[in-house]
């Protein structure tokens, strides 16, 4: 059991509960934030009731000073963070060709702009102790683009950048820097797609089914391991063969 703290964004989500879990299966002190403050006491009780528990530290990952807030919170609550997982984030799809100012913005704040939020407060830390895990949760959408999501496909693919970078500065220091790329998920994200649509994506996947968080957070798990400390700035892809080569 390691006892290393890792803060994962966006904990109370469909993918980011499966997260938590996996990691707090493995002895890591987990943390998430949240924006509301009932929604995110009713999870935390609910994990409880499961055998697990998690903190919580409240910070919308769009703002830059409620993100730093929410990391020295978490840090007062835990100790310093080992392990940073950059889950939170949105859709608001629309053609581009009609896409509000508002829609383009909310996406690249909360799935963009976050990741620079969080992960500069933590960033320091880590590299005084020679010690880190960061990992990016993209999407199979920032590799392949999609239709009506120029907006979070820019974000998702902007996190490869980010990732590569921030890998190369950080790989002598212990850190190692990664993305995850989920395919299509079950979880709320996903399941506001209309059922036919879902359908539709669902046969066009050679695994023949979305997939479920819990695969998502299996590759996690596995790469903030000890072990995995020359996987760096690569991006794992988790779609059941939805998109395949390079
Ligand atoms: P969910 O909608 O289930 O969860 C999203 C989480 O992010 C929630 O906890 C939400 O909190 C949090 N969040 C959203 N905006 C903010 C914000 N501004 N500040 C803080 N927290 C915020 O989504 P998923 O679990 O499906 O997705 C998790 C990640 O995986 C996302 O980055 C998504 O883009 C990515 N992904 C998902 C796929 C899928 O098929 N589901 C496929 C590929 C990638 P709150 O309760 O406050 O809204």
């Known amino acids: ?55 919580i530290a409240s910070g919308d990952v769009s703002d830059h000073e409620e993100a730093e807030k929410m990391v020295r919170d978490v840090e007062a609550q835990l100790g310093p963070i080992d392990i940073l997982i950059n889950n939170a984030g949105i859709t608001r799809d629309g053609t581009f060709h009609k896409m509000h100012a508002l829609q383009w913005q909310d996406v690249i704040n909360t ?6 939020n969080v992960t500069r407060p933590v960033i320091e830390g880590m590299r005084d102790r020679k010690w880190g895990r960061i990992i990016q949760i993209s999407s199979i959408n920032g590799l392949k683009g999609q239709y009506g999501q120029a907006n979070y496909a ?41 059922e036919e649509v879902r359908a539709k ?30 996987i760096t700035g690569s991006n794992l892809d988790i779609n059941g063969g939805h998109h395949m080569g390079w």
Do not use: C
């Not at 799935?111 to 620079?116: D, E, P, R, T």
């Open 154 to 194: 820019a974000a998702k693919a902007g996190m490869h950048g980010f990732t590569i970078s921030l890998a190369r500065e950080n790989a002598k220091l212990g850190i190692t820097v990664n993305t995850v790329s989920p395919g299509y998920v079950a979880t709320d994200m996903v399941m506001a797609v209309p």
């Open 1 to 55: 059991m390691s006892g290393r703290v890792a803060l994962v964004t966006g904990g109370t989500g469909g993918i980011g509960t499966a997260i938590v879990k996996r990691l707090a299966d493995n002895g890591y002190r987990v943390a998430t934030n949240y924006r509301n403050a009932e929604k995110a006491q009713a999870w935390q009780a609910q994990m409880r009731d499961a055998g697990y528990e998690i903190a």
């Open 201 to 230: 994506i669902a046969a066009d996947i050679p695994t023949g089914r979305l997939g479920r968080p819990e695969e998502i957070a299996y590759a996690v798990n596995f790469l903030v391991a000890d072990e995995a400390a020359w």
């Open 111 to 116: 799935n963009l702009n976050s990741v620079y």
